[in-house]
């Protein structure tokens, strides 16, 4: 079985921080982009940042300058550092990634994870 393992979510106040985490796991053969979605209520899931294998990074315009998104490839890990939080990043955030398994024939196939709840209350 390949999954994606979300963590770190939780309540905070508006300025700020939490750190997710996301772990690829199961027979892995390798990893091409990773990313972070979100999903606020009653809204449509919309990018938040994204990272290629070779740490190519591209950011929603709504987070740039307070997220950070960064891999560990050895740990087939993505994080994201979410500064500054405002009560509008209240949402469910995704992680996801395209992985490339042997339970698939190596192709590559896109991931999601779970979800994890982030709630930043003003």
């Known amino acids: 079985q390949v999954q994606l393992v979300e963590s770190g979510g939780g309540s905070v106040q508006a300025g700020e921080s939490l750190r997710l985490s996301c772990a690829a796991s199961g027979f892995i053969s390798s990893i091409k982009d990773m990313g972070w979605y979100r999903q606020a209520p009653g809204k449509q899931r919309e990018l938040v940042a994204t990272?290629?294998?070779?740490?190519?990074?591209n950011y929603a315009e709504s987070v740039k300058g307070r997220f950070t998104i960064s891999r560990d490839n050895p740990k087939n890990t993505v994080y994201l550092q979410m500064n500054s939080l405002k009560p509008e990043d209240t949402a469910v955030y995704y992680c996801?990634?395209?992985?490339?398994?042997?339970?698939?024939?190596?192709?590559?196939?896109?991931?999601w994870g779970q979800g994890t709840l982030v709630t930043v209350s003003s």
């Open positions: 990272v290629t294998n070779r740490g190519t990074t």
């Open positions: 996801n990634a395209d992985i490339s398994s042997s339970r698939w024939f190596f192709q590559y196939r896109e991931l």
